[in-house]
């Protein structure tokens, strides 16, 4: 029973070599004797070490509401308010106020919900294990472990800790999580069981080596925290915000400086100015977004796709790259019998192998293991009853093989055999005979990456007959290569990354229809290389050439993203183990997979609930759409702030009311309220946008800036234009000559002008949306009845609001209008709306024809989709061709690609070869030549 002092006089707790856990020495450790540690040493090593559990990250939701509330725009609006405040302008005061609540909660909520939904999804049990203390076995739960506690290993339980195993009958392990290999891997004295991996059988006892954010799964999980940065939505509102700030605060200021220079009141000056910033700034476009993609999160969510994170929905429009771990996610990470079942003995059926196979396990009870499951499965076991089973020799991790003697309904007694290729072959009496055909057999399966599984009978002599040999192999997904050539045909390139066997891995590629050119990890960086800014242009041809990577660990796939990110792709990542989720946090968008673990989940940013693939491309095409939405709604704010601005700045400064005749008025300015009362009509009915009619992009999406800044520019230039125009007009009513009244229109006063200029900014700024949403004419696509009936909303509102005015606010500074004057704002603008939209279809052919824009990315995209289809279907002729024309691989590379392949041989078996003598040579050589005639007429 271990009871020494953690840290003898001397040893440092700093000392961090292989020697030393977390500076204590592993020698003092580890030693623990079968009674297991005291009470009193476990409470040190406690306390030392702390809970066997990981160190979580939780966001105070009350703390984030609190900070939306701080935001550089949240602050304008509450220098607005005060400024209101101090002038008693209690209307201005409250709407702002209300503006402000509205803006900073709704995408809190959102986010709150979203987070609640993954919260959900948690399994809230805490895990128990056995342990050994005091001499006495007793359950307790897993996060009290320390290192050095002794554990028992038992069938169907987790393992609850890093252990290593003790001396006893060696266990399988179920590390599919960890590695994603398929089938379970026997652990015996000395290895490393795994935290997160399942007993599937036997027992023993091991001691605890690492506990916490020290294990193989704690150490994943801090690759996981170790990726912190602002999202790539967040970024693009920032620049379009901060790219509108800066104009808006110019062109404002200049305006402040010219009314303070002309005499007006200070505070009236700075109260107008900033509710012009206000307006002008894109205040609602973080909430009508933020709404956009709720809207599509519940849209996935009845799809069966939870969305953790709101802003993925952006990333996953612009997604051009799927790396996708295989077990579990690509296959069902569950074994099934193949067709192909080769058989060695003379007069025997499929249906005699399937039926010695499962009289050499014991069909009455429940399947102990995979293997059995998959056995006893396959065909009608209520006739095997006629057999009597006598002995049964259970499998054994040593031995590779089970075993059963039998007696049949005649008295006749025989023995059957299932196991290792290989073990049940040298039991066999004719092995000299059928030894070359079933090795030639072995290698085609374990080159295409399919599992056998003998099974032998004795036949009267009681000499072992090879039956034949059971092959069986992970199946994909029933959607998987569906949704692999659906994820093609929409400009997304598919990688696999496992850490599976290489030639598995190329045999899942081969069924799936993807390239087969698979690697394997020797010449990628490890974790020491996660923070390295140059591994994109180091790494990058390797990786991007490449169509899959095998036999990677959890290090491998975050750095395999962090280089393809590196090198300007949209990278999703699909999986559902632990092995999975740094690689799934690192990723633009990580989705996990139905059934995945926890830390997936929790890494992840889309869950899946339902079995299956398909709904990635579902969730593909939504956030196409909702991207669509959310670029329509940045034209068409532009747009907007660009027509406020311009038309105060150039209005203010350039148009002067007294020399109409309107001596009391030095410039032109609407009222504090009335650009409040455009900025809630026309934000608040604007959400509505989430629910337009839109056409998905068939390739993935991209800002482009330089075409959405230009179209905004045009949109809000013919706006600014119209306005100024129809203020000229207004203003000149008194005049004998005025335009206007050659139509009949009777003279305004100061005040209708004012709510005249109102109108008409309300129905300009609408009536974009409609020209924004559309690259060609505006009625190409028709809009959904939610923007129907908002526009009615809103336009209606501004119009009733200019009639009645008087009644309604009744200000000073506004009058109603008629409604001969409304209908002929309301024309004026139709008028200038068709020009606009005319001017704009204009400018979206030009950027075409300057490959400038989204429809030029477009067809670049389409190009490239197609030379990377070439360059696949190349690599995966390659291997074919090459065998078939008996040439030699590096040969056929430089035949097909142009480039040489390298072939290298292990130095193990160099040395081996170089050994051997002429004879043995010659026996090899021949054992080959069968070997490749049997791969080459598999291949036919």
Not at 275 to 280: G, K
Not at 713 to 741: F, M, R
């Amino acid at each position: 029973m271990s009871s020494a002092p953690l840290l003898p006089a001397g040893v440092s707790e700093s000392a961090q070599d292989d020697a030393y856990y977390c500076g204590v020495p592993k020698s003092m450790l580890f030693k623990t004797g079968p009674q297991g540690l005291t009470e009193e040493e476990a409470e040190r090593r406690l306390e030392k070490f702390g809970p066997n559990m990981l160190a979580e990250k939780k966001d105070n939701p009350l703390l984030k509401l609190v900070m939306s509330f701080l935001s550089p725009m949240a602050i304008m609006i509450w220098i607005a308010i005060g400024i209101e405040a101090i002038i008693k302008d209690w209307p201005d005061f409250f709407v702002l106020l209300t503006l402000q609540i509205l803006n900073s909660t709704v995408g809190w909520f959102e986010d709150w919900k979203a987070g609640n939904a993954v919260a959900a999804l948690k399994n809230a049990l805490k895990p128990e294990c056995q342990v050994i203390r005091n001499g006495q076995h007793r359950k307790m739960e897993a996060t009290l472990l320390v290192p050095g506690d002794r554990v028992t290993l038992a069938a169907g339980a987790a393992v609850p800790a890093d252990c290593e195993v003790c001396e006893g009958k060696p266990i399988q392990v179920d590390q599919a999580a960890l590695t994603g290999e398929s089938l379970p891997v026997t652990l015996s004295n000395g290895d490393s069981a795994k935290m997160g991996s399942n007993v599937t059988r036997g027992e023993i006892e091991a001691i605890v080596t690492a506990t916490g954010g020290e294990t193989f799964f704690g150490k994943t999980a801090a690759m996981i925290a170790s990726v912190d940065e602002q999202g790539h939505f967040q970024k693009v509102i920032l620049q379009i915000t901060f790219g509108l700030l800066c104009v808006s605060f110019v062109l404002t200021g200049i305006v402040l400086g010219y009314l303070l220079l002309n005499g007006e009141d200070v505070l009236q000056a700075i109260a107008f100015a900033v509710v012009l910033l206000i307006a002008s700034i894109p205040i609602a476009m973080q909430v009508v977004c933020t709404s956009t993609m709720a809207l599509g999160c519940r849209m996935l969510a009845e799809e069966k796709a939870i969305v953790s994170r709101l802003t993925s929905i952006e990333e996953l429009a612009s997604m051009n790259m799927l790396c996708s771990d295989k077990t579990g996610t690509l296959t069902m990470n569950k074994m099934e019998l193949q067709d192909d079942l080769p058989m060695w003995t003379a007069g025997i059926t499929r249906l005699d192998v399937l039926e010695a196979a499962c009289l050499a396990a014991k069909w009455r009870e429940p399947a102990k293991d995979a293997i059995d499951t998959l056995v006893l499965k396959a065909i009608p076991l209520k006739p095997l009853d006629r057999f009597e089973q006598i002995e049964y020799e259970p499998f054994d991790p040593s031995t590779k093989y089970t075993e059963a003697t039998l007696k049949d309904e005649n008295g006749y007694v025989f023995k059957v055999m299932k196991g290792a290729p290989q073990v049940v072959l040298d039991k066999c009496h004719n092995k000299a005979q059928i030894g070359a055909s079933v090795d030639a057999k072995i290698m085609e399966l374990a080159s295409r990456g399919i599992r056998g599984l003998a099974v032998a009978r004795t036949n009267e002599q009681g000499q072992w007959q090879l039956l034949g040999i059971l092959t069986f192999l992970d199946p994909p997904r029933p959607d998987t290569r569906a949704t692999i050539e659906k994820a093609y045909d929409y400009g997304i390139d598919v990688k696999m990354i496992t850490g599976d066997q290489q030639t598995i891995a190329i045999e899942t590629c081969r069924v799936l229809g993807m390239g087969m050119s698979v690697l394997t990890p020797e010449n990628l960086p490890g974790a020491e290389s996660m923070g390295d800014k140059s591994l994109g242009a180091n790494y990058g041809g390797l990786v991007e050439n490449a169509d899959g990577f095998a036999q990677v660990y959890p290090d491998h796939k975050f750095t395999i993203i962090e280089i393809l990110r590196q090198r300007g792709w949209v990278v999703g990542m699909t999986g559902d183990g632990v092995n999975d989720a740094p690689a799934l946090k690192r990723g633009d968008i990580g989705i996990a997979v139905e059934g995945a673990t926890d830390a997936a989940q929790a890494a992840a940013d889309i869950v899946l609930t339902a079995p299956g693939l398909s709904t990635i491309v579902t969730a593909i095409l939504y956030a196409r759409e909702i991207f669509q939405r959310m670029k329509n709604y940045v034209i068409y704010r532009i747009a907007c702030t660009l027509q406020l601005l311009s038309f105060f700045f150039f209005a203010i400064l350039a148009i002067h009311p007294n020399t109409f005749g309107f001596e009391d008025h030095l410039y032109f300015k609407l009222p504090v309220i009335a650009l409040v009362v455009i900025t809630i009509l026309n934000d608040g009915c604007i959400i509505s946008i989430a629910y337009d009619h839109v056409k998905p992009s068939h390739t993935p999406e991209k800002w482009h800036f330089t075409e959405i800044f230009v179209v905004a520019v045009v949109l809000g230039g013919v706006a600014v234009v119209s306005s100024l125009l129809l203020l000229y007009w207004g203003l000149n009513t008194n005049e004998p000559t005025s335009i206007l009244k050659k139509f009949g229109m009777s003279e305004l006063d100061y005040g209708q002008v004012c709510t005249m200029i109102y109108l008409k900014v309300s129905l300009s700024d609408f009536l974009t949306v409609f020209a924004a949403r559309t690259t060609g004419a505006f009625f190409s696509r028709l809009p959904s009845y939610h923007l129907g009936i908002a526009a009615m909303v809103a336009m209606g509102a501004s119009t009733v609001l200019s009639h009645y005015w008087d009644d309604i606010l009744d200000l000073p500074e506004m009058k109603s209008l008629t409604w001969k004057w409304i209908g002929f704002v309301w024309a004026y603008c139709l008028v200038w709306f068709f020009l606009q939209d005319i001017i704009k279809a204009i400018t979206y052919w030009t950027l075409y024809k300057m490959n400038i824009g989204s429809e030029a990315h477009h067809q670049g995209l389409m190009a490239k989709k197609e030379k990377v289809v070439m360059k696949r279907d190349n690599r995966r002729a390659l291997t074919h061709e090459s065998v078939m024309r008996g040439e030699s691989l590096m040969k056929a590379s430089v035949r097909v690609t142009g480039k040489s392949t390298a072939l290298q041989l292990e130095e193990d078996a160099s040395q081996k070869y170089k050994s051997m003598s002429s004879s043995e040579i010659l026996s090899e050589l021949s054992k080959l030549e069968s070997k490749v005639r049997a791969l080459k007429d598999a291949l036919k």
